[in-house]
């Protein structure tokens, strides 16, 4: 390569306001070539310069599976992706801005991570965010349908109970759905859960396992106590104390933050996992298997939360509820409830 080339290529994607039709070329080619000759995957994030997509920007550059990071926003990704692209880490940083530049930002990516939108203030539901989320969730998943119809999506944007109904809804109406690639991202909740319930037991959260089933809003997050791993047990009143803070966790942050946003950091630490577990799958790795909302047939509702193992082309294997006590069952039938109504307005927004 030329040495005005070399400088073209590295100013094309410092300075993605001045990007050019013909930096694109240049782009690819590089996203070909990781730092240190590692092959690794390719990696999109849309909503990068938000809360939650600046950390999350931060720790994929950190990622040894990563060699391509794309951050994309509507706004600011150029100062993000100048901040980040100066680790030293392996992965090479393409910054994009607005709606013209979306092709680029999607072109040959592997997974596509979504935390674009608005999140909660105090007094608010995830479901009152459908009016803003629902559109852009729309607009963005119609550009992976047209530039990477076979990247795995992550899918972060609130209310993940209906985002996800609706990206699945133009993926149909695109030909591409492949529900193995469509996961809604409830990796925080069992985050959390791990966390509170290590917290009771007095012992290290990284030795603990929660499954988190249903869906993620209120009473659809269905912590399954009965099947926490190491083996535990717990008092009625422990059970009620840690089903509520669980379900509550999402709320408990945006009242602390007190209308400044929702959990931004400790949701980037929960996506990193999840992206890890799905790049790993795609790799080949034997056993990944975590917690994502996805299309199911696990109970009569269409998605549905449980773990799930990720594999060369996704959510391969939809794993059974196990076996549910008393205080389970009837969780179950509330979060069902909850789940059809927000699943169903999600489905309607797109054929409507
Ligand atoms: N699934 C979960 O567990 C979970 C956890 C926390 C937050 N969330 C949700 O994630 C979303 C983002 O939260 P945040 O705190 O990062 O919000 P934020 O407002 O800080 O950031 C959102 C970013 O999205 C960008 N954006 C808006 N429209 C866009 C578009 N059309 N294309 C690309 N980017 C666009 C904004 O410019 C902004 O940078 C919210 O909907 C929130 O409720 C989900
Ligand atoms: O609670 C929110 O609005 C954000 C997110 O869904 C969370 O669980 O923290």
Known sequence: MEANQRIARISAHLHPQNFQEEDRSLLRRDD??????????????????????????????MNPLVSALHLYDVV????????????????????FLGQSQLESALTGMDLVIIPAGVPRKPGMTRDDLFKINAGIVKTLCEGIAKFCPNAIVNLISNPVNSTVPIAAEVFK?????????????????????????????????RDVD?????????????????????????????????????????TEVVQAKA??????????????????????????????????????QVT?????????????????????????????????EKAKKELAESIQKGISFIRK
């Not at 759905?177 to 959260?205: C, S």
């Not at 773990?307 to 389970?328: D, F, S």
Request: hydrophobic share 40%; proline share 6%; with cysteine.
């Open 259 to 296: 209308g400044t946003g929702s959990a931004t950091l400790s949701m980037a630490y929960a996506a990193v996992k999840f992206a890890d577990a799905c790049l790993r799958g795609l790799r080949g790795d034997a056993g990944v298997v975590e917690c994502a909302f996805v299309a199911s």
């Open 32 to 61: 070909c070539r990781a730092k240190g000759g590692t092959p690794g995957f390719k990696v999109a994030i849309l909503g990068a310069a938000g809360g939650i997509g600046q950390p999350l920007a931060l720790l994929m550059k």
């Open 173 to 205: 109406k695109a030909g591409t759905y492949d529900p193995k690639r469509l996961l809604g991202v409830t990796m925080l909740d069992v985050v959390r859960a791990n966390t509170f319930v290590a917290e009771v037991l007095g012992i290290d959260p």
């Open 300 to 332: 009569e509702l269409p998605f549905f939360a449980t773990k799930v193992r990720l594999g060369r082309t996704g959510a391969e294997e939809i794993y059974q509820l196990g076996p549910l006590n008393e205080y389970e069952r009837s969780g179950l």
């Open 210 to 250: 929660v499954p988190v089933v249903g869906g993620h809003a209120g009473v659809t997050i269905l912590p399954l106590l009965s099947q926490v791993k190491p083996p535990s047990s717990f008092s009625r009143e422990e059970i009620d104390y840690l089903t509520n803070r669980i379900q509550d966790g999402g």
């Open 76 to 95: 600011n990704s150029p100062g993000v992706t100048a901040d980040i692209s100066h680790m030293d880490t392996a992965a090479v940083v393409h910054g």
